[in-house]
């Protein structure tokens, strides 16, 4: 298991980006991380985790002066849930949150854990040899986390009242039409992480929104995480990830952390992995990786696009959902 460290910042005044990115916003409201290495990344001790390089301008996402897609205007950004808005990359890419400074770490711990280097070595290392070193723990995650990720179904939990519903309207709603969430409720809050991160307008209409769902077997963890989501399994059938994409941790918080943003799943790159499970992504060990890997699905979702359910708990006992789902000739299984 690599070795884990904090992030040594001080504690922020900007409520948005949460209390520990520190006090410092550029001229876009971005908060800028101080891009020093940790002590505790020498020492070891607990924290987060690390992550690659910053993008390859003119690919997923591009790299313009300013704006962001269809929502700012920028012609020079990704179409509508591609990428992100230009104005997010290019404040992540010159220093704002922990984006810059995940890439420093993960180049130091890179060269320390896997390389063997000691620290005295490392602190020695020229700018040239750190610019290496990104490179390579940058390409070795993105390898590790796409073939760990390429043969796992994306999968949706939802309580059995919202199956029903589901099963009745035969399509999947986000929470900007149902009103609720397992996890955060707040349409203003995921609006705008929506629009910097898949270059959505802000007035998107509701039925457009992304799904949010997750790898299945992602990580050792996401059992108990996912569970909270209720107890109805949706099993998606594989060509919905030709419309997915993905982020190794929940995608709000990556968000929240400037830390990345989400990529296509058939072909990820390291903004998708850079979070704070990152360090465990580059060394390929799944034992410690966040909570659970998450995809984002693009264009809709309905019944048709579900491959079987998996009924856990009391849902396995639900006899009129057990009814719907064979009404509709959707196969089911009881899990755990």
Not at 84 to 102: F, Q, V
Not at 162 to 180: D, H, M, N, P, V
Request: hydrophobic share 30%.
């Amino acid at each position: 298991m690599p070795k884990q460290f904090v992030i040594d910042v001080d504690e922020g005044e900007n409520e948005d980006w949460i209390k520990f990115l520190g006090p410092d916003v550029d001229s876009d409201g971005y908060p800028i991380t101080p891009l020093r290495l940790s002590e505790e990344v020498k020492k070891g001790g607990p924290g987060s985790g690390f992550f690659g390089h910053a993008g390859r301008p003119g690919e997923v996402g591009g790299s313009a002066s300013d704006g962001g897609g269809e929502g700012s205007g920028d012609a020079d950004a990704p179409p509508p849930g591609i990428g992100p808005s230009t104005t997010y990359r290019k404040n992540l890419e010159k220093g704002g949150g922990r984006y810059k400074y995940n890439l420093r770490n993960a180049a130091l711990v890179y060269a320390n854990e896997l390389k063997g280097l000691d620290w005295e070595t490392i602190d020695k290392a020229s700018d040239e040899q750190i610019a290496e070193w990104e490179k390579e723990a940058s390409e070795l995650g993105t390898k590790n986390f796409l073939e760990h990720i390429q043969d796992k179904p994306i999968a949706i939990r939802t309580p059995e009242e919202a199956a029903l519903k589901i099963l009745e309207e035969g399509r999947f709603k986000s929470q900007f039409e149902t009103r609720k969430s397992g996890g955060l409720l707040d349409t203003k809050r995921r609006a705008l992480a929506e629009e910097e991160m898949f270059n959505y307008p802000k007035d998107l209409p509701k039925e457009e929104r992304p799904i949010y769902a997750f790898v299945q077997g992602g990580t050792n963890y996401q059992g108990p995480f996912i569970d909270q989501y209720g107890d109805v399994e949706w099993v998606l059938a594989d060509s919905v990830k030709d419309r997915s994409t993905v982020t190794s941790d929940d995608s709000l918080t990556v968000n929240v952390n400037k830390s990345g943003w989400p990529t296509p799943i058939r072909e990820p790159d390291d903004p998708s992995w850079m979070g704070p499970s990152a360090g465990f992504v580059v060394a390929n060990d799944w034992s410690g990786a966040g909570l659970y890997i998450e995809a984002q699905i693009h264009g809709g979702l309905s019944t048709a696009d579900v491959e079987r359910v998996i009924l856990h708990g009391d849902a396995a006992n639900n006899q009129k959902l057990i009814a719907r789902l064979d009404e509709v000739g959707i196969a089911y299984e009881v899990g755990r």
